[in-house]
T-cell receptor, first 116, second 109 residues
Framework: GAVVSQHPSRVICKSGTSVKIECRSL??????MFWYRQFPKQSLMLMAT?????????EQGVEKDKFLINHASLTLSTLTVTSAHPEDSSFYIC????????????FGSGTRLTVV | GQNIDQPTEMTATEGAIVQINCTYQ??????LFWYQQHAGEAPTFLSY??LDGLEEKGRFSSFLSRSKGYSYLLLKELQMKDSASYLC??????????WGAGTKLIIKP
């Protein structure tokens, strides 16, 4: 089945530094990648949608200069949290469309970001 | 606006049956998912409904009524490992997933 590999699974960084999260589709071409953020006891909140080779579309309230998304190839999308602050601490999850798994939506395993 | 409602929390007993409801109001409809999410983990796929009716898959079943904007997830023979959050998500006319807030299911022995 379709697999999306997300790394790292956990990261702790100092306030003011940047963190990159990678999502790779291992056995299919991900035409669209969705990036979500989930705070404790809350549902998934869509941050942005990216299509390979084009600029990401950000949801209202999400700072595009702070959360940089790159979808340079059909198998790799990255989310970079720039100048991270403690309030950016959250669970970040990617989801890819283009594979046959789960009726076309395949989730990465998530990244727990803690900013200290 | 788009809205998906599901109960915040439910409690059930091991071995019993529980039904988790989901009502939705979205711009268009291209299917409804149920996902299971354990704390600190990504959601895992449970079911997909696009036509009215009941889909059964082992201990889990999912029902959809498009005219009522309503779905439920039915869990039978509950096990302790079923303690998790259950997320309802609808694919809208733009093929984006609209998520409910999730139902935390607590299973007691």
């Amino acid at each position: 089945g379709a697999v999306v590999s997300q790394h790292p699974s956990r990261v702790i960084c100092k306030s003011g530094t940047s963190v990159k999260i990678e999502c790779r589709s291992l056995d299919f071409q991900a035409t669209t990648m969705f990036w979500y953020r989930q705070f404790p006891k809350q549902s998934l909140m869509l941050m942005a949608t990216s299509n390979e080779g084009s600029k990401a579309t950000y949801e209202q309230g999400v700072e595009k200069d702070k959360f940089l998304i790159n979808h340079a190839s059909l198998t790799l999308s990255t989310l970079t949290v720039t100048s991270a602050h403690p309030e950016d601490s959250s669970f970040y999850i990617c989801s890819a469309r283009g594979g046959q798994g789960d009726y076309g939506y395949t989730f990465g395993s998530g990244t727990r970001l803690t900013v200290v | 606006g788009q809205n998906i409602d599901q109960p915040t929390e439910m409690t059930a007993t091991e071995g019993a049956i529980v039904q988790i409801n989901c009502t939705y109001q979205t711009s268009g409809f291209n299917g409804l998912f149920w996902y299971q999410q354990h704390a600190g983990e990504a959601p895992t796929f449970l079911s997909y409904n696009v036509l009215d009716g009941l889909e059964e898959k082992g201990r889990f079943s999912s029902f959809l009524s498009r005219s009522k904007g309503y779905s439920y997830l039915l869990l039978k023979e509950l096990q302790m490992k079923d303690s998790a959050s259950y997320l309802c998500a609808v694919i809208d006319s733009n093929y984006q997933l609209i998520w409910g807030a999730g139902t935390k299911l607590i299973i007691k022995p």
